[in-house]
């Protein structure tokens, strides 16, 4: 064979098989269970339970160290009153730590207001925590990635790398995240890791007497929680954001935000 | 572990200059305080004086020629003053440096080391060029002193030093520096735009917060970033010649010896030139920064999206005075005519620059401050009260105390710069 022969050739057989070898991937294993893990945690609320006794603040603040008298939480439960002259109240005196105690809304400065019985419209309880966003704005703007989310659809922080920017929380719409009074780093609800890696449920989970707050697998399509997701009229809080939250609410007044 | 922390007296990072008013998510307050307000208002000063200099640099207006060097080495006073507003803010500053080390370019903030130590050694390189010629002078001045005494060692190493081992002053070669320095300063321009409308992105990006987020914030903050560098570097710039006069009418320090620095007349006329040109370019930032900013507010009134009311609620009647009187008005509009009446004068000018500057800085006030006023549930509000009387570490560094520390900082460091850097020379060992 001439070499100038030779050469058509080869630049034949290589422009051919270019095309089809294209539609040929290798496959990284680790990218494929990275993709299709076998497990994504999400949080269903159904707010039509909840009654505001805030044990799940309590039992968050015992299991994750946020001191009790520090004015920040984890989670926490909001009251909203509708009353029939069409005005809305909304409070969270200290997160729900003790639970609403008192009929009389919170205004802050140290003012509250007292609404007439006869006159509330409709009330109820909504308990909000970090939703654990699939495209989470909080891990995106972190300058040093100490915020992160885990395969199995957690956001952590990393206490020891944080340098306390507060970019992260300016990030987050749903004012999910702030500075731990003790170590000064960006904090917030973990979903009670440590726990659900040893196959228990998040303390709020746990401790929350009416089944207002369930954990489950998304990816697992038999899980309870799963189910009702899938099946009922589930909302979220803010999706205008772009943000996908994982914590679904039944029950969701458009008025939440 | 529980007990132990209990025994803290527990404040949370924000609380000390945070009131609620009512329904605030219990984890909102204002995390972003004075220092995050200093933070756009020293990078602006940086990036403004930077862009006066270049004007006489890159374009060549000669009539700028003193004020342009005066503004590059005050520019580069300015630059780690930068810095420190951050490292005042973090409540972690040992880790500052994670930053570069471990940068998560997801974010708008992990740029900053980049983009900071580009421009710092722009501005570096640049004024190396420019006082090559006289650093080797210097140096060659003092290595041919007879009987040196310890100071003059010292200086004569530090000149030595200074001058990196390049010691040829020959035309050609200075030609050369003055080819090389036009091109850094051009390519500081873009640089300085970019630092400082970074600046202005890491605040327009937070999608989070309806009063930040516009495409507009760096645009906006690169124009008022010019501004009130132009005016700083014309403040100081006047103050300075003051000075000067006072001395050269008392005949003190270098005016008693050496018979060839300017007298008073000539300084008040060089001044009078350079002043006059350099508020005609703070007029046109001017108007670019205020009909961008006016334009985002009319925008945003006419629009009316979802958050609309809030944002009317605080800009109209909460931050009235602080936006349309002190901002807008007296930071705004009468500098402004002051300076655009016919028979402007020098002093005239001096006062609308203070205004000018004050005005920036409540434009970042209100940008910083006024966005974290109101809750995320729309339906409470922040109050932010800078701390006067320091009660702990945290309060003086995110305080009034802290705010002027860094305040004072760059002119601090600009005596000291210009010990080694004189920004004013007669004498033709610059260009």
């Known amino acids: ?257 | 572990m529980v007990g132990q922390i209990a025994q803290h007296a527990m404040e949370v990072h924000g609380e000390a200059w945070t009131i609620k008013e009512l329904f605030t998510l219990p984890n909102e307050y204002i995390y972003w305080s004075i220092q995050i307000v200093m933070y756009p208002l020293m990078t602006g000063l940086v990036a403004g004086a930077f862009v006066l200099s270049s004007l006489y640099h890159v374009f060549g207006v000669d009539k700028l020629k003193e004020i342009a060097r005066f503004s590059l080495v005050f520019s580069f006073a300015l630059l780690p003053v930068a810095m420190m507003p951050l490292m005042l803010h973090l409540q972690q500053p040992f880790r500052g440096i994670n930053v570069l080390m471990t940068p998560h370019f997801t974010s708008a903030i992990s740029a900053f080391g980049i983009v900071f130590l580009t421009y710092a050694s722009i501005v570096a390189t640049e004024i190396w060029l420019v006082y090559r010629k006289y650093f080797v002078q210097t140096a060659q001045g003092l290595m041919a002193m007879k009987n040196r005494g310890f100071v003059d060692s010292f200086r004569m190493m530090i000149f030595q030093a200074l001058t990196l081992g390049a010691w040829d002053i020959s035309h050609e070669a200075v030609e050369k520096d003055h080819k090389a320095c036009k091109i850094m300063a051009g390519l500081g321009i873009p640089v300085a735009c970019f630092l400082h409308g970074y600046a202005g992105f890491i605040f327009g990006s937070v999608k989070a917060n309806a009063l930040w987020m516009t495409p507009l914030m760096p645009v906006i903050f690169i124009c008022s970033a010019v501004v009130s560098g132009v005016a700083l570097c014309i403040l100081t710039y006047v103050v300075v010649q003051e000075i000067r006069k006072y001395m050269a009418k008392s005949k003190m320090s270098r005016w008693a010896k050496d018979a060839s620095a300017p007298d008073a007349e000539e300084l008040e006329a060089s001044k009078h030139a350079e002043v006059m040109i350099s508020s005609n370019y703070l007029l046109y930032f001017m108007i670019a920064a205020m009909t961008l900013e006016i334009l985002d507010l009319i925008f945003r009134g006419y629009t009316q999206v979802k958050s609309w009311d809030i944002l009317r609620e605080v800009i109209m009647e909460r931050d009235f005075v602080k936006i349309f009187v002190l901002q807008y008005a007296i930071g705004n509009v009468l500098p402004f005519i002051m300076m655009i009446l016919p028979g402007r004068t020098v002093r005239r000018t001096t006062i609308a620059t203070v205004l000018v500057l004050f005005g920036v800085f409540m434009m970042r006030y209100n940008v910083v401050i006024g966005g974290q006023a109101f809750s995320l549930s729309f339906a409470g509000f922040m109050d932010y009260h800078l701390p006067i009387i320091p009660h702990n570490f945290e309060t003086f560094k995110e305080g009034l105390f802290g705010a002027l520390t860094v305040a004072v900082t760059p002119f601090v460091l600009f005596y000291f710069i210009n010990m080694f850097i004189p920004a004013f020379l007669k004498e033709d060992s610059t260009h």
């Open chain 1, 1 to 257: 064979m001439e070499r100038r022969e030779f050469l058509k050739k080869c630049i034949m057989v290589v422009a051919g098989a270019s095309v089809p070898l294209s539609a040929l991937r290798l496959i990284d294993p680790e990218k494929v269970l990275a993709a299709n893990p076998d497990i994504q945690w999400a949080f269903l609320v159904d707010t039509n339970k909840c009654v505001g006794c805030g044990f799940c603040v309590k039992a968050c603040k015992t299991e994750n160290d946020i001191p009790f008298d520090a004015h920040v939480s984890r989670t926490w439960v909001e009251r909203y009153v509708y009353t029939k002259d069409d005005k809305r109240y909304v409070d969270s005196p200290d997160a729900a730590l003790y639970g609403f105690t008192e009929s009389r809304i919170d205004l802050g400065r140290g003012e509250f207001k007292e609404i007439d019985p006869d006159n509330v419209g409709k009330a109820f309880f909504v308990p909000k925590l970090c939703n654990h966003c699939s495209s989470p704005a909080c891990t995106q703007v972190c300058p040093v990635g100490a915020t992160y989310k885990t395969d199995d659809g957690v956001v952590l922080v990393d206490r020891k790398w944080c340098i306390g920017c507060g970019y992260c929380i300016m990030a987050c719409p749903y004012a999910a995240r702030f500075f731990h009074p003790v170590y000064h780093v960006a904090d917030k609800c973990t979903f009670c890791y440590h726990r659900l890696s040893k196959g228990l449920d998040s303390a709020c989970v746990n401790a929350c007497p009416f089944g207002a707050r369930k954990m489950g697998n998304i990816h697992d399509k038999n899980d309870p929680i799963t189910k009702i997701i899938m099946n009922e009229r589930v909302g979220v809080l803010k999706d205008e954001f772009g943000t996908k939250p994982q914590a679904f609410y039944i029950g969701l007044a458009q008025e939440v935000r």
